[in-house]
């Protein structure tokens, strides 16, 4: 019973975490950028899930698939991947829509910043180390 608690209780708060860390990028994108409408709770909370499952499952397996046209295209294809994670999220979420291009990669890369500041705020938190924010 032991085992169970220390491998469950630190992957289930570090994934509650990361729901988190993603539902906040969600919201900057959302006050950063007009045509990003995010609306209600729900749809914050599915959206978040969405793109955290899709980060966590599709994009590895998209990257690897992909990597030649990643490296030929010198990484532009893989900021393409990251459009089509938040369009997922925003296809399945309701009361979520994002208009043009342009805020599509205005949205990946709010989403990227706010998900390493909040990756390099939590690994100092499990190092035990006082978070630092530069």
Do not use: C
Not at 38 to 54: F, K, N, P, Q, R
């Amino acid at each position: 019973m032991l085992w169970f608690y220390t491998v469950v209780v630190p992957f289930a708060s570090r994934l509650v975490i990361a729901w988190g860390i993603n539902l906040a990028a969600l919201w900057a994108a959302n006050a950063i950028w007009d045509g990003v409408r995010i609306h209600g709770w729900e749809a914050y909370l599915i959206g978040s899930a969405v793109l955290g499952i899709a980060n966590a499952v599709l994009k590895p397996l998209l990257t690897i698939l992909t990597l030649p046209l990643i490296i030929i295209t010198l990484g532009f294809f893989y900021l393409v991947i990251n459009i089509g994670m938040i369009a997922l999220a925003e296809w399945i979420a309701p009361n979520f829509s994002i208009d043009g291009f342009w805020t599509y990669v205005g949205t990946v890369l709010v989403v990227s910043a706010v998900n390493w500041i909040g990756g390099q705020v939590v690994g100092d938190v499990e190092r035990h180390v006082r978070p630092r924010l530069i």
